[in-house]
Every structure is written in C-alpha cells, then in structure tokens.
C-alpha cells in the first residue's frame, strides 16, 4: 500500500532557530499533500494544504512566514519551521494521498518537535 | 464538511468484538465516512470508508444506517494492539479535499 515517510521522528532545538521536517510520499504521486499539528491530549488540527508547484494554503491562524512550506515535486513536501519557540513544540504529522484514488489518505508517522 | 460526534472514550474486552458508534445527521449525499486510528504517537492510519453501503475489509466493518445520519465501526476481535484514538470523519472525495478530525472516541481494549 501507500507509505508515506516523515523524517525527522523527532528533533530537540534551541529556540530561534529553524527546524525542516521533510514528508516523502513512496512509490505514488501526491500533487495535494496537507500538514497538520497535534498538541498533547488534543485532536488533528489541519495548518496548511501544500501543493506541488504552487503557493501553499494556510488555515486561519496559522502564519505563513513562520512555517514555511515547499512542495517542490510529486513526492517531496517540507515544513520549515523558523524561529522556533517552545509554543511550537508540537508533533508534525504529513498526509498525502495517491492523485489516481479518490480515497485512503496516508498519514506519516509523525514529528515529534520540542523547543528548548 | 459534515460534523460529526463520538463519544470520548469506550472500553471493550479482548477477543469481542468493539463497537464504535459515530453521529453525522448533516451529512450531505455525495460526502463519504471515513474512519481512521490514531495509536498513541503514531500518525493516523486508515481503517475503511464507505458511502451507502455497507463495507467491510480485513480490519473492521462499516455499517451505515439507510438514512446515513450515523455509522458504526466494528472490529470484530479486539486484541490488545487496537487500543487507539478513532475518528470518525465526514468529507467529499477529491484529492484536494482536507480531513477535518473531531475528538474521536479512545478505545481501549482491557485484557
């Protein structure tokens, strides 16, 4: 089946600086790919739609020059997180679906992101 | 997207079976059920998705009452390892469209 690898699994960084988080959909091609954050206890919640290509949609709420998004090709999506402070210490997660079926998203396993 | 409502948390025993009931009374006609697992830390991972019909694959089974307005999973065995976060979700096809998660219902599976 679809796989999609999310790497790093978890990162530890110094506030102010900036951490990639790179999500990789494996033998399938994913034009949509969306990003969405998860705080402890709480549920998904979607920050932004990458598109390959293009200019990526952000959520309201969600800032657009701190967490930077490049969907350079079919099967590559990244999540640049800059100037990171403990409130984003969060867990990552990428989703991506085959552009040939019209269901079955596939989730990465995640990134666990602790700013210290 | 439909909304939909679950109940926070559910208990079953090992080896029966685990009902996971779902609300969604505004669902449209054209919008599909999907539920997905969370095992604690670990990305969602699909289960089944069904529209009308009744579906049901190696993992569980999909049961949709005939006027849609709410759902069950089912896992017919419950082992250990199933004990998760599942969300119930309501959402148009098309490779565009985002999930939207509720709160999902915690299952946990007692020994």
């Known amino acids: 089946g679809a796989v999609v690898s999310q790497h790093p699994s978890w990162v530890i960084c110094k506030s102010g600086t900036s951490v990639k988080i790179e999500c990789r959909s494996l033998?399938?091609?994913?034009?949509?790919m969306f990003w969405y954050r998860q705080f402890p206890k709480q549920s998904l919640m979607l920050m932004a739609t990458?598109?390959?290509?293009?200019?990526?949609?952000?959520e309201q709420g969600v800032e657009k020059d701190k967490f930077l998004i490049n969907h350079a090709s079919l099967t590559l999506s990244t999540l640049t997180v800059t100037s990171a402070h403990p409130e984003d210490s969060s867990f990552y997660i990428c989703?991506?679906?085959?552009?040939?079926?019209?269901?079955?998203?596939?989730f990465g396993s995640g990134t666990r992101l602790t700013v210290v | 997207d439909a909304k939909t409502t679950q109940p926070p948390s559910m208990d079953c025993a090992e080896g029966r079976a685990a009902n996971l009931p779902c609300n969604h009374s505004?669902?449209?006609?054209?919008?599909?059920v999907y539920w997905y697992r969370q095992i604690h830390s670990q990305g969602p991972q699909y289960i089944i998705h069904?529209?009308?019909n009744n579906e049901t694959n190696e993992m569980a089974s999909l049961i949709i009452t005939e006027d849609r307005k709410s759902s069950t999973l089912i896992l017919p065995h419950a082992t250990l390892r199933d004990t998760a976060v599942y969300y119930c979700?309501?959402?148009?096809?098309?490779?565009?469209?985002?999930?939207?998660f509720g709160s999902g219902t915690q299952l946990t599976v007692l020994p």
């Open positions: 979700i309501v959402s148009f096809s098309g490779s565009a469209r985002q999930l939207t």
């Open positions: 990458s598109n390959e290509g293009s200019k990526a949609t952000y």
């Open positions: 033998d399938f091609q994913a034009t949509t």
């Open positions: 069904g529209l009308k």
């Open positions: 989703s991506a679906r085959e552009d040939r079926r019209h269901y079955g998203y596939t």
């Open positions: 505004t669902i449209s006609g054209n919008e599909y």
